[in-house]
T-cell receptor, first 110, second 114 residues
């Protein structure tokens, strides 16, 4: 699986958009980009995934660059409950494990 | 509520004791797996199953056994607990190994071995 690089921590004001970057410069053509978050030692929560097109769901938007070497997770209107560690993971469909790095600790400030 | 249920939520064991961590899902998912998370670290795969009757090892399988007799249940057995197995254990499931679906995780079992 390709390696990902994320900033260790970020801050964002409540109500503003939180933009979390992820670098995956060695991603292969058949690897998807996944985002999960972990709120205070709870089980990781799936947020969104994409292959090469931008994706949006009720939780977030995922922007993948045209060369697929980086992506950005966007939480459009961050709330205090979005404070969590966010993991960017690349994975081939059918691969048996998720490789979790250190993630980005996002703190939403009132 | 549909999801992954883990029991117990907390457990303290003495070195050498054995126990079973339970995991059940009601989403008819084929794929189930067990991860452990040590403090300040990411999750590491212990064992996984792609369907009833089929299990395989992950990256840290030593000291653990699994079985998958039904689609719903995937218990993790610690054979002889050691302090190095103190960790938080998460069970996860996914609809099918061949899809791009995301995983659903349980809320975890916090295990301390003394």
């Amino acid at each position: 699986d390709a390696k990902t690089t994320q900033p260790p921590s970020m801050d964002c004001a409540e109500g503003r958009a939180a933009n979390l970057p992820c670098n995956h410069s060695t991603i292969s053509g058949n690897e998807y980009v996944y985002w999960y978050r972990q709120i205070h030692s709870q089980g990781p929560q799936y947020i969104i995934h994409g292959l090469k097109n931008n994706e949006t769901n009720e939780m977030a938007s995922l922007i993948i660059t045209e060369d697929r070497k980086s992506s950005t997770l966007i939480l459009p209107h961050a709330t205090l409950r979005d404070t969590a560690v966010y993991y960017c993971i690349v994975r081939v469909v059918g691969a048996q494990k998720l490789v979790f790095g250190q993630g980005t600790r996002l703190t939403i400030n009132p | 509520n549909a999801g992954v249920t883990q029991t117990p939520k907390f457990q303290v064991l003495k070195t050498g004791q054995s126990m079973t961590l339970q995991c059940a899902q009601d989403m008819n998912h084929e794929y189930m797996s067990w991860y452990r998370q040590d403090p300040g670290m990411g999750l590491r795969l212990i064992h996984y199953s792609v369907g009833a009757g089929i299990t395989d090892q992950g990256e840290v399988p030593n000291g653990y056994n699994v079985s998958r007799s039904t689609t719903e249940d995937f218990p993790l057995r610690l054979l002889s607990a050691a302090p190095s197995q103190t960790s938080v254990y998460f069970c996860a499931s996914r609809s099918s190994p061949g899809t791009a679906d995301g995983y659903t995780f349980g809320s975890g079992t916090r295990l301390t071995v003394v």
